[in-house]
């Protein structure tokens, strides 16, 4: 209904693409991003997963919200300059938006008009008719608010999970320190052994990195499909 998304659908489909990634990094092990997420512990493949199922989610809104913008160029008034909107008119405007669509409640606009113009009937006074408009329209707007918690919950906690990665490998390399310093007498040996270190430092950074460039992206793309939601949304009550 309107720009929701099933949840575990998108779900599937971030899967999928994660899938996806992977079989394709695991083909060309020597590009930075492999060793990124192939080569730093558990924390990536969660990131990559959150990631492409914002997206997913994302693009599932956006394809709802193309459909939500074509019924904006459907004219539901008669052409004729006679035609008046009022209690007895009202029928002849909700028969011809159930020849449009199959379910009316799925579309704001029809949702919005169909339940005024049901009012207008059941009260028969025209002056309510702009009262009953707004409250379907800050319905709508809590409603998209809404649609977007899950990305929003996952644009938090990518971040998140990076600084986890963060905290894993740096533990990994100062245990990795201590242990060269207990075991190593000879400079030589000791240098070798950084190696180690350097590793887990490796780990630490590059798994904040990855995880800081997926949470940008997620939030630049959500903002401007919100930012066309709420245009469509105005679009809507213009209309």
Request: hydrophobic share 50%; net charge negative.
């Amino acid at each position: 209904r309107f720009t929701k998304v099933n949840g575990f659908l998108a779900m599937l489909i971030g899967l999928i693409l994660s899938a996806g990634m992977y079989g394709i990094l695991y083909s060309i092990p020597q590009m930075r991003l492999s060793s990124m997420c192939l080569e730093r512990g558990p924390t990536p493949f969660a990131i990559i997963f959150l990631f492409w199922w914002s997206l997913a989610i994302l693009f599932l809104k956006w394809r709802k919200l193309c459909l939500q913008r074509k019924v904006l160029d459907i004219d539901i008034v008669p052409a004729e300059k006679q035609f008046v909107l009022c209690t007895d008119t009202v029928d002849e405007v909700t028969d011809y938006i159930a020849k449009i669509v199959d379910d009316p409640r799925r579309f704001v606009l029809f949702n919005r008009i169909t339940v005024a113009l049901a009012n207008l009937r059941n009260l028969g006074r025209v002056a309510d008719l702009d009262d009953i408009v707004r409250a379907q329209a800050e319905q709508d707007t809590s409603s998209m608010e809404t649609s977007y918690a899950m990305v929003q919950g996952f644009v938090w906690a990518i971040p998140v999970l990076g600084f986890i990665g963060t905290v894993l490998g740096l533990s990994e390399a100062i245990g990795t320190f201590g242990t060269v310093l207990d075991s190593s007498e000879d400079l030589s040996m000791i240098t070798e052994s950084l190696k180690g270190v350097t590793g887990g430092l490796s780990t630490a950074f590059e798994t904040t990195l990855l995880a800081l460039i997926a949470a940008l992206i997620v939030q630049l793309i959500m903002t401007a499909l919100k930012k066309s939601e709420e245009e469509c949304l105005d679009a809507t009550m213009e209309y």
